[in-house]
């Protein structure tokens, strides 16, 4: 037998590292390969002595027992993930014959280990950054003596030290086959990371890499980049590494999950980076473990979706179709396709699940789902697709848990596939997730605009009103000043004027649906130009004026101090109240509404109490103006 692990996870050309191996044989050497659209052979060593060394517990560092023998990393290598492949020698310069390796897959239970080769100069010839998720592997992996993970013993602590980390071990969870995967247990690298890189390298996209412990480390690494991607299983995120995501959304950065469960656990990095603790124990009084995202700052926050919206299905076929129906199939994520609303994608191979996240939501305009809020995700989340979980094993909300697909747009814009197997199903070649694949990859590989609109707007605010016409604008601030700028506008709904200006002029439908809004802008000098999407729903001609009275009273409320103004008419009716909903307030975000108007009896009552105010109003006047 032969193990190994690399002395650091991510390495860049001319660094050394080092190998730590473990073997009973006379001698080993170690074959580097490069993972892209195949597994190349990119080195090899010469012949080392081998020597075995003791297997430490799942939380003990390595390397304070096993050998390291240092390889310098070429400067010819490309940024990529690589395997490092152990081979047993039988002291005299051959393969041992005994060894069963193979070459051809970057998966093996033993002789493997994971590491990514980074960009000397980050961003200078690709714009994708494609994240590995150390984390995720390290908290499952089970190599160790006694063998142990995050999920059994020692539950708190691992190191990123051992093998296993990625490939070259056994995750702990290897007994619940993959029915839909036979080839790779969950929780490697082989099983979702390679192929989709596999169907990167192979499509002609560029990117670099990195690793979750990279992100975490250096805050100012994602700032080189306009994408970064998330893929397959990405369960466990430490503070810094979320912190220094958000920032980079809020800066214009875009990122797309292409992967499920995402920012579940919070981790803890310690052992200056070689080590990862969690604590699942629940404090006293508290619902949710200590180190639950969901209970410290939803995930849903950043992503749209959450774990606890949806479920996952860890054994066996899963008992719902598996695939997506779509809710918006005008929306540009679905271009290409040829897929209608209500029409079903993914569902022969499966591609929700085998851990699936989700957004609460309620039915909106024309029946298209909308998110409640409730669960962290914001309000403005454009949920695409939906498909039931409603009894799965890990499906807590019953017969509503759906796995919900979208995104949201502010600054940068954040897409969620919300499915673990979305990988699995690209590299299979399943047509319509290919083609959404690569719209959102070409889309937000470009540089992030903002479009605001409606205009004009009514009490200070952009908004869109069913029938009526309104323009878009773009923010091109954060374009390269002196460049020329052409524009392709699309809409999925309404009437819309010229697509090849600055702006864009659009009558929204009627009766009333959302319409996404779109601009590619072909920037001179810039192969990857910038794109901006905003999704409004249009008011209905009875909300406009709801809104419009609702004004007039905060704007009364606010030019006469005092805000509480819950007036009340009726038998506790309410009718207006600051403390639901301020429409002056220039903090409330653009989506946030007002809500439903009342019924006419309660407008009639509004109409008599105006009539009455407006009377009080005179004769105040008239005794102002009498005492000067």
Known sequence: MIL???????????????????????????ELYRQGATLERVAETDWIAGERFPRLAPYDDGARAWRGHPFQIPQSFRTGAHVAMFIEGDGHGRERACQKLDRSSADGREAKALFVVKNLTPGSSARILYKIPLFTYCAYNAEGEPRGSLYTWPGRKVTLHRPGNGTGGTPWDAFAVDVYDLASPRQVFEHWDAKFIRWLEANGYDVDYATDLDIHEDRGLLSAYRLLLSVGHDEYWSAAMREHIQAFVNR?????????????????????????????????????????????????????????????????????????????????????????????????????????????????????????????????????????????????????????????????????????????????????????????????????????????????????????????????????????????????????????????????????????????????GDPAGAFGTLTVVPYTRAEVRWLEMRCEVAAIAYDGGPTEHATRCGARDPLLSASE?????????????????????????????????????????????ETG
Request: aromatic fraction near 8%.
């Open 4 to 30: 190994g692990y690399p002395s650091a996870a991510s390495v860049f050309p001319g660094q050394t590292i080092r190998f730590h191996v473990s073997t009973d044989a006379p001698e080993f050497r170690i």
């Open 252 to 524: 214009g950065g875009n990122v797309a999950f292409f992967s499920g469960n995402v920012c579940y656990w919070r981790v803890s990095v310690e052992d200056g980076g070689a080590a990862i603790t969690v604590d699942k124990r629940r404090a006293p009084g508290e619902r949710l473990p200590c180190d639950l995202w969901r209970r410290i700052l939803p995930e849903n926050v950043l992503t749209g979706v959450g774990y606890a919206g949806a479920g996952g299905q860890w054994n066996g076929p899963r008992p719902s179709n598996g695939g997506y129906t779509v809710r918006r199939a005008r929306h540009w994520v679905f271009e290409g396709t040829g897929l209608d609303d209500g029409s079903v994608f993914g569902e022969r191979e499966a591609v929700v699940g085998y851990e699936a996240d989700g957004a609460v939501f309620t039915e909106g305009p024309a029946g298209v789902p909308m998110p409640t809020g409730e669960d962290g995700t914001p309000l403005d989340f454009d949920i695409l697709a939906t498909a039931s979980v409603a009894g799965w094993e890990g499906a807590s909300r019953g017969p509503l848990a759906a796995a919900t697909m979208g995104l949201h747009a502010r600054r940068g814009i954040v897409f969620s596939a919300a499915t673990v197997d979305w990988p699995r199903v690209l590299d299979a070649g399943e047509p319509a997730v290919e083609c959404i694949t690569r719209n959102v990859l070409d889309r937000l590989g470009a540089a992030s605009v903002r479009i605001s609109g409606s205009f004009p707007t009514r009490c200070g605010r952009p908004v869109a009103i069913e029938g009526e016409a309104g323009t878009f604008y773009i923010d091109t601030s954060s374009l390269p000043p002196g460049r020329a700028l052409t524009y392709r506008w699309s809409a999925s709904g309404g009437e819309t004027g010229p697509l090849d200006g600055p702006s864009l002029t659009l009558t929204m439908p009627s009766p009333r649906a959302p319409v996404t809004v779109s601009v590619l802008i072909d920037v001179e």
């Open 581 to 625: 909903y301020e429409p002056l307030d220039p903090t409330e975000p653009f989506f946030q509404r007002p809500s439903a108007p009342p019924e006419a009896r309660i407008v009639r009552a509004i109409r008599d109490h105006a009539d009455r105010l407006a009377e009080l109003a005179r004769q105040l006047l008239d005794e102002l103006s």
